[in-house]
Nanobody, 118 residues
Framework: QVQLVESGGGLVQAGESLRLSCVASGNIFSLNSINAMGWYRQAPGKQREVVATITSGGTTNYADSVKGRFVISEDNAKNTVYLQMNSLKPEDTAVYFC?????????WGQGTQVTVSS
């Protein structure tokens, strides 16, 4: 089993930055079975959308809306995935969720609120 805990959300003004963290915990065998991790977000009244993903091989992908502004990275020694969010815009306001994808299922964190004011 894998547990995910996100942190780092908050209230910032447009143009500022935040770094979200997602710590994965569980037995080492489960942690080593994670194929990819990603960040998703859901704004009020909107569907959940993928923001950025990183595979176990290090391949990253970004939504067009955040490309060039956000960076996903990982620290395997700490079982942690980060989302560095720069040049934040009001439209980035959402609950951000961390997801760990394994071969047969995925795990989700509880989400962390990011609010960007103009």
């Amino acid at each position: 089993q894998v547990q995910l805990v996100e942190s780092g959300g908050g209230l910032v003004q447009a143009g500022e930055s935040l770094r979200l963290s997602c710590v994965a915990s569980g037995n080492i065998f489960s942690l080593n079975s994670i194929n990819a991790m990603g960040w998703y977000r859901q704004a009020p009244g909107k569907q959940r959308e993928v923001v950025a993903t990183i595979t176990s091989g290090g391949t990253t992908n970004y939504a067009d809306s955040v490309k060039g502004r956000f960076v996903i990275s990982e620290d395997n020694a700490k079982n942690t995935v980060y989302l560095q969010m720069n040049s934040l815009k009001p439209e980035d306001t959402a609950v951000y969720f961390c997801c760990a994808t394994m071969t047969i299922r995925s795990y989700w964190g509880q989400g962390t609120q990011v609010t960007v004011s103009s």
